[in-house]
């Protein structure tokens, strides 16, 4: 398995939603937040950066930007920008990252360290572990259910 930053974001705000989009099980087209997220993405298509199967929205001053709409899940966030220093890693380049909250303007800086390297690796065990299971975890609600693309799927 080859995991996106949409995986590890995923892994840390749903994992039966982890497990659904893994199996191709996929509601975002229909969800007026991912809208409204492509849309603050847009400015920032023209700099886009792919490497293996990641999607860095930019490079600034030598680092990783990534927009987020709000800090609802700084977490997932993080481990997202993690993730990216980490395939940068393996190809030679060390970096620090930055995420940029759009709503209120904070700016957090994201620094992989051999600490947080072992944390991801572990992530992204359980990441593969999780997605070769033959069904879903159970649906419990979270804080994330109320805006989720998959909600009337868990809750139907």
């Keep these: 398995m080859n995991p996106t ?22 509601c975002e087209h229909e ?17 886009k950066i792919e490497i293996d199967n990641i999607k860095i929205d930019a490079l600034r001053d030598g680092k990783v930007f990534e927009l987020k709409k709000k800090n609802t899940a700084p977490k997932a966030a993080e481990f997202q920008v993690l993730y990216y220093l980490y395939v940068l890693k393996n190809h030679g380049t060390n970096t620090t990252g930055i995420i940029k909250y759009k709503e209120n303007n904070r700016l957090q800086e994201v620094m992989l360290s051999e600490e947080l390297e072992k944390e991801l690796l572990e992530v992204l065990k359980n990441i593969e572990l999780l997605c070769r299971e033959d069904k879903p975890p159970e649906a419990k609600r979270i804080r994330y259910c109320k805006n989720c693309s998959y909600y ?3 809750f139907s």
Excluded: P, Q
């Design 31 to 47: 969800s007026d937040f991912v809208k409204i997220g492509k849309i603050y993405h847009e400015d920032y298509d023209k700099e």
């Design 5 to 26: 930053a949409t995986h590890i974001n995923y892994y840390f705000t749903c994992k039966r939603k982890l497990w659904l989009f893994s199996h191709n099980i996929k």
């Design 152 to 154: 009337e799927l868990c």
